[in-house]
């Protein structure tokens, strides 16, 4: 059974930071792009950055550029994502996915339940 397994989300101050981290299991990932999505209430899913296969390539949202970073680990299955200087606007459900490597969520075919991450003003 495949399973994408997200953690570390949770409750931090503006200009704070989180670290989530993402497991999968069932199958070997190594050749799927990894990313992250997010959803906030009354909001569709956006895509927040995604790393190729290799890690070498990585692809950032405009809004979290330069305050996000994703790395992952293919001997470990994992995919983490580094969210440093967060705002209020940062606050959504985050959620690990596997597939194709691109910006649309669609694409994606796997898919973790998400993790909560809110940023208090």
């Known amino acids: 059974q495949v399973q994408l397994v997200e953690s570390g989300g949770g409750l931090v101050q503006a200009g704070g930071s989180l670290r989530l981290s993402c497991a999968a299991s069932?199958?070997?990932?190594?050749?799927?792009?990894m990313g992250w999505f997010r959803q906030a209430p009354g909001r569709e899913r956006e895509f927040v950055g995604t790393a190729s296969w290799t890690g070498v390539s990585t692809l950032y949202a405009d809004s979290v550029k330069g305050r996000f970073t994703i790395s992952r680990d293919n001997a470990k299955n994992t995919v983490d994502l580094q969210m440093n200087n967060l705002t209020p606007e940062d606050t959504a459900v985050y959620y690990c996915?596997?597939?194709?490597?691109?910006?649309?969520?669609?694409?994606?075919?796997?898919w973790g339940r998400g993790t909560q991450v809110t940023v208090s003003s």
């Open positions: 996915a596997a597939g194709p490597w691109g910006t649309n969520w669609r694409q994606y075919n796997y």
């Open positions: 069932g199958r070997t990932f190594s050749r799927d792009a």
